[in-house]
């Protein structure tokens, strides 16, 4: 567990404590405007619940049930019967930092005193947190309206002592004895608490923001996998000039032609064929269209990040308890916003993929590599150098081209045609996931594959920048030599990317790159 506390109140949450609580461990703690809000808010839903005429999510069914009347005896019966059934997720168990990020966003909006819970409600789920307690959660079960209902009845299932869990030690456990061994009492859920914890956004929100946070880190690793192989491939970095990016101002291809800049400063390998007797006019789009692709990648993470960012400001029930004390049935919990923008970045997601496979291929074919060895070879015809690591980059591209396709642009009715319209945003989040998982490992090959095109371009030498980074690899993968085991290679390259090792050891020389 990470020494972090971030604080839960009604105020947003930003990129930094989602990350420090879903993946670094870091512990919550409700402030006390938090707790006033929610205690004025429950007091308020106390009342409603004692009067005889009915208010929906208080004294009420919900759905497609919605216009029954539950008589005061059956009300905590049915908020434990809406959890239980709607637990009813299937398929792989769903990653820890996701589960856990689900949880804070639902408890930022529990404490934004819009829910009408019980404060005690709010301080179970955080103390779930900061046990480490993480509900078990299946992969299938949300269609990203009236919120993640199924991952999120998971974790309210939890919340009651229900269901199963993973404790600290990452030992899949029975929800009570982890919470017992904890010292920790299961929630009692009152009228209309049930339906707080289930109905939000919440598990694709906090996908999207850990997907932010990781392309963030990819494209600028991208950019010098770019960079290692501009110079690999003898390219040019004139076409990199700021006046020419400038004559389309688009802010993501400005930053990543910068970086470009940066990372190919001082290279011999550049300087060698500036002369005269160069005769190429100019590069392949794979090397000279690099910032207008990774740019409008950034340019479309910008959005996302916009729309992130107004999500984590939102507080997302249904019903919800205004300031002025209506509680209203309303529309928010529908994901289409999340939804599209997951779906819009599995796009650039694919493109930067499908652009570096192409610089890797052409460093591999000895009549486009300028010189270079068949396949990076240490003898040709009976070493394979490269060549099955380019399979592998083409069999994951090939794969994130299917992934862009949008899972928003579907949607299949539900309970009963009330729900005739979703959103499967959790779907989108879901297969975005998977699609930077496939990125890295592309990102990593090429990178793989350009440092031991630059070793093969002794003696000279590349960019400082470029060289740092390749040093670093060099750490942990062995320079060229004849044919050896490469999946290894690939798994090592592919954490040094994920974990922003080589792009650090090229800003020892750079300073930070954007």
């Keep these: 567990m990470g020494d972090a506390v971030v604080e839960v109140g009604p105020e947003p949450l930003d990129f930094d404590q989602v990350v420090a609580v879903a993946r670094n461990g870091a512990?919550?703690?409700?402030?006390?405007?938090?707790?006033?809000?929610?205690?004025?808010?429950?007091?308020?839903?106390?009342?409603?619940?004692?009067?005889?005429?009915?208010?929906?999510?208080?004294?009420?069914?919900?759905?497609?049930?919605?216009?029954?009347?539950?008589?005061?005896?059956?009300?905590?019966?049915?908020?434990?019967?809406?959890?239980r059934s709607h637990a009813a997720g299937s398929g792989p168990k769903v990653e820890r930092e996701v589960v856990r990020a689900m949880m804070l966003l639902r408890l930022r909006t529990l404490a934004s005193g819009r829910t009408g819970v019980q404060p005690r409600t709010a301080q179970t789920l955080a103390a779930l947190l900061n046990a480490g307690i993480t509900p078990v959660v299946h992969e299938h079960g949300s269609l990203g309206c009236s919120g993640d209902l199924a991952p999120l009845a998971h974790v309210a299932l939890a919340l009651i002592g229900e269901g199963t869990v993973r404790d600290a030690s990452g030992d899949i456990r029975p929800a009570a004895e982890a919470l017992a061994d904890a010292g920790i009492q299961p929630a009692v859920l009152g009228a209309k608490e049930g339906l707080a914890l289930i109905n939000g956004t919440d598990g694709m929100l906090g996908m999207l923001v850990l997907a932010i946070t990781d392309l963030r880190r990819l494209l600028t690793a991208a950019d010098l996998a770019a960079a290692m192989s501009v110079e690999a491939l003898l390219g040019t970095d004139r076409v990199f000039a700021a006046d020419l990016q400038e004559l389309r101002p688009h802010p993501g291809q400005a930053v990543s032609a910068a970086n470009l800049r940066a990372l190919l400063a001082d290279s011999q390998i550049m300087e060698s064929h500036r002369g005269p007797d160069c005769t190429r006019?100019?590069?392949?789009?794979?090397?000279?269209?690099?910032?207008?692709?990774?740019?409008?990648?950034?340019?479309?993470l910008a959005h996302a990040e916009l729309v992130a960012s107004r999500e984590l400001a939102a507080a997302i029930d249904n019903p919800v308890v205004l300031p002025d004390g209506r509680v209203e049935s309303n529309g928010n919990f529908h994901g289409a916003p999340i939804?599209?923008?997951?779906?819009?970045?599995?796009?650039?997601?694919?493109?930067?993929?499908?652009?570096?496979?192409?610089?890797?291929?052409?460093?591999?074919?000895?009549?486009?590599?300028?010189?270079?060895?068949?396949?990076?070879?240490?003898?040709?015809?009976?070493?394979?150098?490269?060549?099955?690591?380019?399979?592998?980059?083409?069999?994951?591209?090939?794969?994130?081209k299917r992934l862009a396709a949008p899972a928003s642009a579907d949607s299949i009715p539900s309970s009963a045609m009330q729900e005739d319209h979703v959103s499967m945003g959790w779907n989108a989040a879901r297969k975005l996931r998977r699609a930077l998982d496939g990125l890295a490992q592309v990102v990593a090959v090429e990178i793989l594959t350009a440092a031991r095109a630059l070793d093969l371009r002794t003696p000279l030498r590349p960019g400082p920048a470029t060289g740092a980074a390749v040093a670093a690899l060099r750490r942990r993968v062995p320079p060229p030599g004849p044919d050896r085991h490469l999946a290894p290679e690939i798994a090592a390259a592919t954490e040094l990317v994920r974990d922003g090792t080589l792009v650090a050891a090229a800003e020892t020389v750079t300073g930070p790159l954007a």
């Design 27 to 83: 512990a919550v703690a409700l402030s006390d405007e938090a707790l006033k809000l929610m205690a004025d808010s429950r007091a308020h839903i106390e009342e409603l619940a004692a009067l005889p005429t009915p208010v929906y999510g208080v004294s009420t069914g919900f759905g497609a049930m919605a216009t029954r009347h539950i008589e005061p005896g059956l009300r905590e019966k049915l908020q434990v019967n809406v959890v």
């Design 281 to 300: 006019v100019q590069d392949a789009y794979s090397l000279r269209c690099s910032p207008q692709v990774h740019g409008a990648a950034r340019d479309t």
């Design 339 to 400: 939804a599209y923008v997951l779906d819009f970045l599995a796009i650039p997601v694919a493109d930067v993929a499908s652009m570096s496979e192409r610089r890797t291929d052409r460093m591999l074919d000895r009549g486009r590599s300028g010189g270079l060895p068949a396949f990076l070879a240490d003898d040709p015809g009976v070493d394979s150098g490269h060549m099955i690591a380019q399979y592998t980059q083409a069999g994951i591209v090939s794969e994130l």
